[in-house]
């Protein structure tokens, strides 16, 4: 199980700098709740003054959790890699998810969470 409470470091797989995407969203929402958040996206330098990092084997390795912005069919190749370089925590957004990467969560025994985040914390 995945305690929110307790996580401070949350990279954003898919992140953007475009304002009207998710990957935005999520990302600007977690920051203004006090997380660090990392992006993750190859296409940017930065999103919101953030360095904004090109693969998982670029994120700080105290990253505790892996929130998936992003078509399924990408998310699972990073999710793979993600779990061969350590990663144990992740959390898909609504239609990040699916059996492939469901399945991928049951066979290597790592945390998953199939939700919206940003309806989480909420004060």
């Known amino acids: 199980m995945i305690n929110l409470q307790k996580i401070r470091r949350i990279a954003v797989v898919g992140a953007s700098a475009n304002k ?3 990957g935005y969203k999520v990302l600007k ?3 203004e709740r006090g997380y660090e958040v990392y992006p993750l996206n190859p296409k940017y330098e930065e999103i919101e003054g953030i360095k904004c990092y090109k693969s998982v084997e670029e994120l700080p390795k105290n990253v505790e959790l892996l929130v998936f912005v992003l078509p399924p069919e990408k998310g699972v190749k990073i999710l793979k890699r993600a779990i061969e370089l ?5 959390w898909f957004q609504p239609g990040a998810e699916s059996k492939e990467i469901f399945e991928v969560i049951e066979r ?3 945390n998953g969470v199939f939700a919206c985040i940003m309806n989480l914390g909420k004060e």
């Open 29 to 31: 929402t977690l920051r």
């Open 108 to 110: 290597h025994k790592v």
């Open 20 to 22: 009207e995407k998710y």
């Open 86 to 90: 350590g990663f144990r925590n992740f």
